[in-house]
């Protein structure tokens, strides 16, 4: 269908503000922060996406507005109660110190002295942050008392915490019509669907609305229909036209944040009639059938509902579940593996194999939601499930398996490495990794649970080693507390599983992540082979020559990136433990016979300083990508060498290559010896970004002008 242009106009009230005036108000509204509710990060964290910085933040208490800046973000809440607590301590995310302080202490964004709070002031700010969610257990622990009976427990607390069915009606399935009418005259072919904890019946008071809009193509632009257009370009063209409707109607949008670089880009913004906040998705409607699978495993059984919502809030109490840890959808699919394996829930093939194939994007995302709940010999109670439910995970071993909701079984994470061994019913799977290579699950995480109907996502991609070590033990803890109670017919299991400070639950700071890539084989597989190769009889098995000429390649391009560009001293070991067999050169031989060859580097040149400014471009075509790197790495030694140089060494650190068959391929580990740790970061992010763009070049170099690796550096710089 071509795309048409609407020129039906967005009508206007008096209650409107004209988008030509945006800008100036703006930057009125944001002279005007408070600073008794306002807060201020500056500078931005490097490792933080501003979705998750923007999620961080709203835990601790209803915000009223918040703006990103060009080297900061500021953000305002209704109360001084959040500030007084995110300014009482130093706070870490995801390993990097978050920088705040007060808006009226940051209008130049410089950097703050760190501000000192009495114990006193830390203690209240606390309790300001447990007041300003309206579901924490400080709130609302009294609807406990005097009960002592589970049911009686548990109907209490549920009440308390879960979205009424009189507020969903009444201020969240308004909004979805009402963007409806808003946008149609922009996009006449829109369609607005809520996803998320409220289609699934899962949310507890004052959630956030998840929402997907399905464009359509009448009234985007041409662009749209051509091929090869930018993913980054066709997000920043709706972003723009949503957002100046949103912009326009300023008593029904507010709050207004557009993050278009997260992975799933989405507008968050506050729905002023009924006081909701939103998260606003373009990509693509995936996230409503799932919504609408979690929604049948709640409701088709009388106890998963309740359990499922005990679960959540439990996650939720501890800190184990949300930004950065394990997001609420892996959450729910791990309770849901759960029950498949005690027989309360079929796994979704079941519900799949008598229905025609909905499919989008590659999957099939649909399922007979009408399938009955198949007889059940598990007559557990609902607190006998919830106890069984932290024995099973308490102490499963997450990193040597992955968990599959399509089937229900567990597989060895191994197997997933061998496509061509799963089952049929993966045959999807199998054929889109065999389209897109790059995709496969990832099962390289500390936690894989794969996604029911996305079957390349691991549902718990972001859960972090220490995220995985603490929610075993919140299990382990919680499994005690259900064991102490369990002879009392589990008589006040709640009072006492939430109502008990746990155990420290955070393990020691490991030590630095080691760092690991892969240079796959790509479409130089032949590059550096002898002129006469396909003329030579010689050579009986031709495939396993070139694989190994390729290792030969590779591996020698990597020291000579080492040695030339990144002005290291390389020694080569075939046994690193004794340090004995170091070879000079490395050989067609010694990779041949070899799976793994170390390298241990040490440096003293910050040759990735003042790069930018020598990089001037070599025209000479002959020059190879390492040849042109390595010229530029000596232009910035001579710059080096006129300066102060002690000689101290900066760098050490053991690399390991180690060759890979299926597909072919070399990975790369680096381990960190150096003293100056901060230097070794620098030069990890530098490298990690040069050394695979160069290789990808040189390799290309050498098949267009038929280069071995000996003919490669022959050329003398002009």
């Known amino acids: 269908m071509n795309a048409g242009k609407s020129t039906e106009p967005v009508e206007h009230t008096s209650k409107q503000v004209a988008t030509s005036s945006n800008h100036h108000e703006e930057r009125t509204e944001e002279a005007f922060y408070p600073p008794e509710r306002s807060v201020c990060v500056c500078p931005l964290p490097t490792s933080i996406s501003r979705a998750e910085l923007v999620c961080f933040l709203h835990q601790f208490g209803t915000v009223k507005r918040e703006q990103f800046r060009r080297k900061s973000f500021i953000i305002e809440y209704y109360n001084s109660k959040p500030v007084e607590l995110l300014l009482s301590k130093v706070h870490w995310f995801q390993g990097e110190k978050l920088c705040l302080r007060r808006k ?107 929402i997907y809009m399905y464009l359509g193509r009448v009234g985007l632009p041409p662009i749209f229909n051509q091929p090869n257009v930018p993913q980054q370009m066709i997000t920043a063209m709706i972003f723009k036209k949503v957002r100046k409707v949103m912009y326009s109607l300023r008593y029904i949008f507010t709050d207004i944040i557009a993050i278009p670089k997260a992975k799933t880009p989405i507008i968050k913004f506050r729905y002023l009639p009924t006081n909701v906040c939103c998260d606003i998705s373009f990509k693509n409607g995936l996230g409503v059938y799932k919504s609408h699978f979690l929604k049948y495993c709640a409701t088709h059984e009388p106890r998963l509902k309740p359990l499922m919502l005990l679960i959540k809030y439990w996650a939720k109490h501890l800190g184990i579940s949300g930004g950065g840890r394990i997001s609420n959808y892996g959450l729910v699919c791990l309770v849901i593996f759960y029950f498949q394996n005690v027989n309360l829930l079929p796994p979704l093939l079941e519900l799949q194999k008598n229905c025609r194939p909905v499919v989008i994007n590659g999957w099939q995302v649909n399922f007979n939601e009408n399938t009955p709940i198949p007889p059940t010999t598990n007559n557990c109670s609902i607190p006998q499930l919830l106890h069984d439910f932290f024995s099973f995970y308490a102490e499963f071993t997450f990193n040597s398996f992955v968990l599959c909701l399509l089937d229900g079984k567990i597989y060895r994470a191994i197997e997933f490495g061998q496509v061509h061994n799963l089952p049929n019913y993966m045959n999807r799977y199998k054929s889109y990794v065999l389209e897109n290579n790059a995709r496969k699950l990832d099962v390289n995480r500390p936690m894989c649970v794969q996604d029911p109907f996305e079957l390349d996502q691991n549902t718990t991609a972001i859960t972090s080693e220490r995220v995985l070590v603490a929610f075993q033990r919140c299990c382990m803890f919680s499994l005690d507390v259900c064991n102490a109670v369990r002879e009392k017919n589990y008589d006040n299991l709640l009072k006492t599983l939430f109502g008990t400070v746990p155990p420290n639950m955070v393990p020691p700071k490991k030590k630095k992540k080691v760092y690991k890539g892969v240079i796959t084989v790509g479409r130089s597989i032949k590059a550096g082979l002898p002129e006469d190769f396909e003329q030579r009889t010689d050579i009986v098995d031709k495939d396993q020559y070139i694989r190994e000429n390729w290792y030969h390649v590779v591996f020698n391009l990597i020291k000579d990136i080492y040695e030339k560009v990144f002005k290291l001293q390389v020694n080569v070991f075939l046994d690193l433990e004794t340090k004995q067999k170091q070879i000079e050169p490395l050989s067609h031989m010694h990779i041949r016979n070899n799976q793994t060859i170390t390298f241990h580097c040490a440096g003293n040149q910050c ?26 790495s000596d232009k910035v030694l001579e710059q080096l060498s006129k300066q102060n140089n002690d000689g101290a060494q900066l760098l050490s650190f053991i690399c390991a290559l180690e060759k890979k068959v299926d597909p072919v391929a070399v990975a790369i580990t680096m381990h960190d010896e150096s003293a100056d740790k901060s230097v070794y970061r620098q030069f990890e992010c530098f490298a990690d970004s040069m050394t695979s763009k160069i290789i990808e070049k040189t390799l290309l170099h050498m098949l267009q002008f038929q280069k071995t690796y000996s003919q490669l550096l022959q050329n003398k710089q002009p």
């Open 607 to 632: 040759v990735w300083k003042n790069r930018k400014k020598n990089n001037k471009t070599l025209l000479d075509v002959q020059l190879s990508a390492l040849e042109k790197e390595a010229i530029v």
């Open 104 to 210: 009226g202490e940051f209008d130049n964004e410089t950097i703050p002295k760190k501000k000192k709070h009495s114990p006193s002031q830390i203690e209240a700010a606390k309790k300001a942050a447990e007041n300003a969610d309206p579901i924490s257990y400080v709130n609302i622990n009294h609807v406990l008392d005097n009960k002592v009976a589970f049911d009686k427990e548990m109907t209490a607390l549920l009440n308390e915490i879960q979205l009424s069915n009189e507020e969903l009606m009444g201020r969240y399935k308004v909004i979805c019509p009402h963007l409806n009418e808003i946008f149609r005259p922009t996009f006449p072919e829109c369609q607005i669907f809520s996803f998320g904890s409220t289609v699934a019946e899962l949310s507890f008071k004052e959630c956030d609305l998840d």
